[in-house]
């Protein structure tokens, strides 16, 4: 055990740093939420290791020495020196000595197309759960099996009962500033208004206003007040129901007539008119809410003219959608971070260890191939980008490198033993290899049962960690002996640190 502790524990130790850069780089995350969150699951991987090189070993010299004195052996082979595995594990080394630089074309070019899925993943504030549940899973034993949920008869009463009234509906506010007073400013606002309802997502009841802006807050207004009606009728020149002149009398008569109504759709100070407000009912729900947006969005382009006027759609939807952007532009700040952090960190720490940053660099490069073929699982899962995949990315910068550690620091170690490139990665695929085959397995395993759990969000969860896992072995043990092996015959350095006498390559 304490030969097999100082053997990991270096690799354990980078392990441990890189996944804690790859989440602490979130730091830089404008939500406060994926902060924090970073922050603790740091502090859960160090503990983690901690644990892995004091707790466990007491507990497997403990429980081991129990059996052997019942007159067990407790000698083993390890996992990858297993009858039918080693020969599996052995044709990557095979593969590597035939056609490495094939292999990291073929590797290169796969990244790359997952990669490129990244622009085809749909963006969702919020992965919500509509709460059915298949009838396998109801049908499963005991305390696995699922129940249907309230929430499923919820949304089935919100789909089968709309909104009685207009104040029940989802309402969207348009902020219009600027130059609220130039002639077109109306007729900018009611183009605008009619693009929205042109698109079919305003709410649609009988004698009932959906849209309440200036210009329908006026028109109510001049159907009782004569005097406004007439300030009203003068300055629409057209006849098309829109003042189109002279708008500062127009809303000063407005004003006049009445204050109360005026007051909540234009805002006025000391220096005149400042702003506008136009509010819509929506016959729309969150999931709706990209293509609402996007619909609010082109309207509030025409209402601001020729650009002298500042449109803002400020509703829930609105701000929702920002929200998003800003959690997708963040993601892709924390991998860049994290990736840079990490090739760097990899590169000193293997020239202070065995004498090459060269070596770092190999080790690191297919965190870049893990990436893109995790986004190119999200788009064959239709996993969206969330509040909680944007987390999740960092998860997979930190496990697309670890497996390449462990297995780059024992190919290492067996080359500074004096055996041949092919001869190291034979051992370090076998042995390593295989030890990274079980942690796989098992972690994947454990992880795929959220999938169970009928929630898109637990599910998304469980189905990126089950990919990042599994593509991460499957890069370590494929495409890594490739790059050692050109690394071992391109670099200008070799491994130079001097090995120690009790810290022997051990399976």
Same mark, same amino acid.
């Given at each position: 055990?304490?030969r ?5 524990a270096t690799? !354990?130790?980078?392990?441990?740093v890189? &996944? ?11 939500? /406060?939420?994926?902060?924090n ?5 740091? !502090?859960?991987? *160090?503990a983690?290791?901690? @644990?892995?090189?004091t ?12 059996f ?19 020969p ?23 990244g790359?197309?997952?990669?490129a899925?990244?622009?085809?993943l749909d ?9 059915d ?9 005991? +305390?696995?099996?699922?129940e249907?949920?309230? @929430? ?6 919100e789909?089968?009962?709309? +909104?009685?009234?207009?104040?029940e ?9 600027g ?8 007729e900018?606002?009611?183009s ?5 309802e ?11 206003? &959906?849209?309440r ?8 207004? /001049? ?16 006849g ?6 002279n708008l ?10 009445a204050?109360?109504? $005026?007051a ?5 100070s ?8 136009v509010?819509?009912?929506?016959a ?8 609402? *947006?996007? =619909?609010?969005?082109?309207?509030? &382009? ?13 509703g ?5 959608? $920002? ?5 997708v532009?963040?993601? !892709? ?6 990736l840079?952090a990490?090739?760097?960190?990899? $590169?000193? =720490? ?15 490069i297919p ?6 073929l995790?986004?190119g699982?999200?788009y064959?899962?239709s996993? +969206? ?15 697309g ?16 033993e ?18 990274l085959?079980?942690?796989t ?6 992880f $795929?049962?959220?999938t !169970? ?20 072995f ?6 890594l +002996?490739?790059l ?8 200008p350095g070799? *491994?130079?640190?001097a090995p120690?006498?009790?810290a022997?390559?051990q399976?």
């Amino acid at each position: 055990m304490n030969r097999g502790v100082k053997l990991v524990a270096t690799a !354990l130790i980078l392990v441990t740093v890189t &996944a804690a850069i790859g989440f602490l780089a979130n730091l830089t995350n404008p939500v /406060a939420v994926i902060r924090n969150l970073s922050i603790s699951i740091t !502090l859960g991987v *160090v503990a983690a290791m901690v @644990l892995f090189v004091t707790v466990v070993p007491a507990l497997k010299i403990t429980i081991d020495s129990g059996f052997e004195e019942l007159g067990l052996d407790r000698h083993k082979r390890a996992l990858g020196h297993g009858r039918f595995l080693k020969p599996l594990l052995s044709r990557s080394v095979t593969l590597a000595r035939r056609g490495a630089p094939m292999v990291l074309v073929v590797a290169v070019l796969v990244g790359a197309l997952g990669g490129a899925a990244w622009f085809g993943l749909d963006e969702e504030s919020y992965q919500s759960a509509d709460g059915d549940v298949a009838e396998w899973k109801q049908q499963l034993p005991g +305390p696995i099996g699922w129940e249907t949920h309230p @929430l499923g008869t919820q949304f089935q009463v919100e789909d089968s009962f709309a +909104p009685a009234t207009v104040e029940e509906a989802v309402e969207e506010p348009i902020l219009i500033e600027g130059s609220v007073t130039d002639d077109d400013a109306l007729e900018d606002v009611q183009s605008g208004v009619d693009e929205i309802e042109g698109a079919g997502i305003v709410f649609d009841q009988p004698d009932a206003r &959906a849209v309440r802006s200036p210009v329908t807050a006026m028109q109510q207004v /001049a159907e009782r007040d004569d005097s406004f009606a007439t300030v009203f009728e003068q300055a629409d020149t057209d006849g098309n129901g829109v003042p189109d002149r002279n708008l500062k009398e127009v809303y000063d008569a407005f004003y006049t007539a009445a204050p109360q109504t $005026a007051a909540q759709v234009l805002e006025r100070s000391d220096d005149g008119y400042q702003s506008m407000l136009v509010t819509v009912s929506l016959a729309a729900d969150y999931s709706d809410a990209d293509s609402t *947006v996007a =619909v609010l969005d082109r309207a509030g &382009a025409i209402m601001d003219g020729d650009g002298s006027r500042s449109v803002t759609v400020a509703g829930n939807f609105a701000i929702g959608e $920002a929200q998003q952007d800003v959690i997708v532009g963040g993601i !892709l700040t924390t991998m860049a971070i994290a990736l840079g952090a990490i090739i760097l960190t990899l $590169a000193v =720490v293997f020239r202070i260890m065995h004498g090459s940053a060269t070596l770092g660099l190999a080790v690191s490069i297919p965190i870049a191939l893990v990436v893109g073929l995790v986004i190119g699982g999200m788009y064959l899962l239709s996993i +969206p980008l969330t509040l909680l995949t944007a987390l999740l990315m960092s998860l997979v910068v930190g496990l697309g490198v670890d497996y390449n550690i462990h297995l780059g620091d024992r190919f290492a170690d067996e080359r500074r033993e004096g055996k041949t490139v092919f001869e190291a990665l034979d051992a370090a695929v076998t042995g390593t290899g295989g030890a990274l085959l079980g942690s796989t397995l098992t972690s994947a395993g454990a992880f $795929a049962t959220l999938t !169970l759990v009928p929630h898109p969000q637990m599910q998304s969860f469980g189905s990126i960690v089950v990919v990042a896992l599994t593509t991460s072995f499957l890069v370590s043990v494929l495409v890594l +002996p490739s790059l050692l092996v050109l690394w071992d015959r391109y670099s200008p350095g070799a *491994v130079t640190a001097a090995p120690s006498s009790d810290a022997m390559p051990q399976d």
